[in-house]
């Protein structure tokens, strides 16, 4: 190594850069990015400076390529012509580009009279997985990976804009997991990330391993309704940086979460942005029927069938009379065998290994059904109950969400035991005041669109 030249590092986290070398005048919205690494090259008096993205950029090959060939060059026009025979070598003339090339994946080169760019970009350390739970049927397949750096370029591609900021912190006291925080700083609201930034810094917890671990620390426990997004996919959380969300990414987990985050989101499929209006929208109608049903229909069951039969037709209510005369129990009994059927099932189907889980609940659900009925635990028109309250349940894109409400029926089912139909109808108007009430980092959680939040500046 010869020892006139030697290299500086410089990690940007907000701060001035250099005195001799002022950074923002070249990449002004990337010039405080958490993952924006700068090097000073000095040289037998002589300056350059070496700037890339560690999150798009290859750091072992940086210092293979460019870095080396620095340090064994013995001035800096010997070390420009070898720059030029480098692959991926761009010779910058329109410094108003610069920004764009660094989220590509190129390393920056500012030397005296001259910028030039080598393109560096990283392989994606831990390869993206397909996604399997939010599941759409014409659009994007891929998922995060448990990689950070990985899912932070993944967002970068998607989103090559130089107002996307990223914030780099350590949650967790004992386990010190890197967490990341994206968003749009032209479109983000500032209350919204100041409210983050104050949870975040109140996170009191030894170990911090997993996303929905993150958001329960961040928001109230002990909600009904979730108020932040966890989402496996990368589209989702681009389309919500593009609305002036906040994104946090978790290292060791294939999740992000997304906040706020209104009713309307856990409702929203992606398949409602890449399908027509004329039939996604009737799509989206019927999930807001199905978390109606999921949560309603077994209460609305009992208060019907024990307290005010006279709202159905009389030939209808003869037949679900006629159906219920093996029953030798109150209507509320069968509802909560069924109901905890349904829960037992869904949890064998989430912890049995995935190419066995499907098959063993549904012939366990049509055995144990066809079993119980014939018994006369419960009756027919109970089994078309249960079975529409559990399809209807899996119509919910979100499974935070599709988790709150297979919990909030349980509450309405024991107020029809008690009121009736009036118990139904008060607990279900309780349940509206509440999700009024409830706000998200600030906003209304009934919100019944995705808008860009407008600035508090």
Same mark, same amino acid.
């Given at each position: 190594?010869?020892?006139?030249?030697?290299?500086?590092?410089?990690?940007?986290?907000?701060?001035?850069?250099?005195?001799?070398?002022?950074?923002?005048n070249y990449i002004q919205g990337l010039a405080?990015?958490?993952?924006?690494?700068?090097?000073?090259?000095?040289?037998?008096?002589?300056?350059?400076?070496?700037?890339?993205?560690?999150?798009?950029?290859?750091?072992?090959?940086?210092?293979?390529?460019?870095?080396?060939?620095?340090?064994?060059?013995?001035?800096?026009?010997?070390?420009?012509?070898?720059?030029?025979?480098?692959?991926?070598? #761009?010779?910058?003339?329109?410094?108003? *580009? /610069?920004?764009? @090339? &660094?989220? $590509?994946?190129? !390393?920056?080169?500012?030397?005296?009279?001259?910028?030039?760019?080598?393109?560096?970009?990283?392989?994606?350390?831990?390869?993206?997985?397909?996604?399997?739970?939010?599941?759409?049927?014409?659009?994007?397949?891929?998922?995060?990976?448990?990689?950070?750096?990985?899912?932070?370029?993944?967002?970068?591609?998607?989103?090559?804009?130089?107002?996307?900021?990223?914030?780099?912190?350590?949650?967790?006291?004992?386990?010190?997991?890197?967490?990341?925080?994206?968003?749009?700083?032209?479109? #983000?609201?500032?209350?919204?990330?100041? *409210? /983050?930034?104050? @949870? &975040?810094? $109140?996170?009191? !917890?030894?170990?911090?391993?997993a996303s929905n671990q993150v958001q329960m620390?961040?928001?109230?426990?002990?909600?009904?309704?979730?108020?932040?997004?966890?989402?496996?996919?990368?589209?989702?959380?681009?389309?919500?940086?593009?609305?002036?969300?906040?994104?946090?990414?978790?290292?060791?987990?294939?999740?992000?979460?997304?906040?706020?985050?209104?009713?309307?989101?856990?409702?929203?499929?992606?398949?409602?942005?890449?399908?027509?209006?004329?039939?996604?929208?009737?799509?989206?109608?019927?999930?807001?029927?199905?978390?109606?049903?999921?949560?309603?229909?077994?209460?609305?069951?009992? !208060?019907?069938?024990?307290?005010?039969?006279?709202?159905?037709?009389?030939?209808?209510?003869?037949?679900?009379?006629?159906?219920?005369?093996?029953?030798?129990?109150?209507?509320?009994?069968?509802?909560?065998?069924?109901?905890?059927?349904?829960?037992?099932?869904?949890?064998?189907?989430?912890?049995?290994?995935?190419?066995?889980?499907?098959?063993?609940?549904?012939?366990?659900?049509?055995?144990?059904?066809?079993?119980?009925?014939?018994?006369?635990?419960?009756?027919?028109?109970?089994?078309?109950?249960?079975?529409?309250?559990?399809?209807?349940?899996?119509?919910?894109?979100?499974?935070?969400?599709?988790?709150?409400?297979?919990?909030?029926?349980?509450?309405?089912?024991?107020?029809?035991?008690?009121?009736?139909?009036?118990?139904?109808?008060?607990?279900?108007?309780?349940?509206?005041?509440?999700?009024?009430?409830?706000?998200?980092?600030?906003?209304?959680?009934?919100?019944?669109?995705?808008?860009?939040a407008k600035k508090s500046r």
């Amino acid at each position: 190594m010869r020892m006139e030249a030697y290299i500086q590092d410089v990690m940007d986290k907000g701060a001035n850069l250099m005195q001799d070398f002022n950074l923002k005048n070249y990449i002004q919205g990337l010039a405080h990015a958490g993952d924006l690494v700068t090097r000073k090259l000095n040289l037998n008096e002589e300056t350059a400076h070496l700037v890339y993205l560690s999150t798009m950029c290859d750091s072992a090959k940086i210092h293979r390529t460019i870095v080396h060939s620095f340090i064994e060059s013995h001035n800096l026009s010997a070390f420009k012509a070898v720059l030029k025979t480098m692959p991926g070598y #761009v010779h910058i003339q329109d410094n108003d *580009r /610069l920004a764009d @090339k &660094l989220i $590509q994946g190129y !390393a920056l080169l500012f030397l005296p009279h001259e910028t030039c760019a080598i393109e560096v970009k990283n392989p994606p350390t831990s390869k993206p997985q397909e996604a399997t739970i939010e599941y759409v049927l014409q659009g994007p397949q891929i998922a995060f990976s448990e990689d950070i750096a990985t899912n932070i370029q993944m967002i970068r591609t998607r989103y090559p804009l130089q107002d996307l900021q990223v914030a780099y912190m350590k949650i967790g006291t004992v386990s010190q997991t890197q967490l990341a925080m994206i968003y749009d700083k032209s479109k #983000v609201d500032d209350d919204v990330l100041l *409210r /983050l930034e104050n @949870k &975040l810094m $109140q996170i009191d !917890a030894e170990v911090v391993q997993a996303s929905n671990q993150v958001q329960m620390l961040i928001t109230k426990r002990f909600n009904l309704l979730p108020t932040a997004m966890v989402s496996e996919r990368p589209d989702r959380v681009v389309f919500n940086l593009s609305k002036g969300k906040v994104v946090l990414i978790l290292n060791g987990t294939p999740f992000a979460i997304i906040v706020p985050a209104v009713f309307y989101d856990f409702m929203a499929s992606m398949d409602d942005i890449y399908d027509i209006p004329w039939f996604a929208r009737p799509l989206m109608i019927l999930r807001y029927i199905g978390a109606f049903l999921t949560t309603s229909l077994p209460a609305l069951y009992v !208060a019907t069938v024990s307290y005010n039969p006279e709202i159905f037709r009389a030939q209808l209510a003869i037949e679900i009379a006629g159906s219920r005369a093996a029953v030798p129990y109150p209507s509320f009994y069968e509802v909560f065998f069924m109901l905890f059927l349904i829960e037992a099932l869904t949890e064998a189907s989430i912890r049995l290994p995935k190419y066995i889980g499907s098959m063993a609940t549904t012939v366990g659900g049509l055995i144990l059904g066809q079993a119980a009925q014939m018994a006369g635990l419960v009756s027919s028109i109970m089994i078309i109950v249960a079975s529409v309250v559990a399809i209807s349940n899996f119509m919910i894109p979100i499974n935070t969400m599709n988790f709150a409400l297979r919990v909030i029926k349980f509450p309405l089912v024991v107020m029809a035991i008690f009121f009736g139909l009036t118990g139904v109808l008060t607990g279900l108007f309780c349940f509206l005041i509440y999700a009024v009430s409830l706000r998200s980092f600030g906003r209304p959680y009934l919100k019944l669109f995705i808008g860009e939040a407008k600035k508090s500046r």
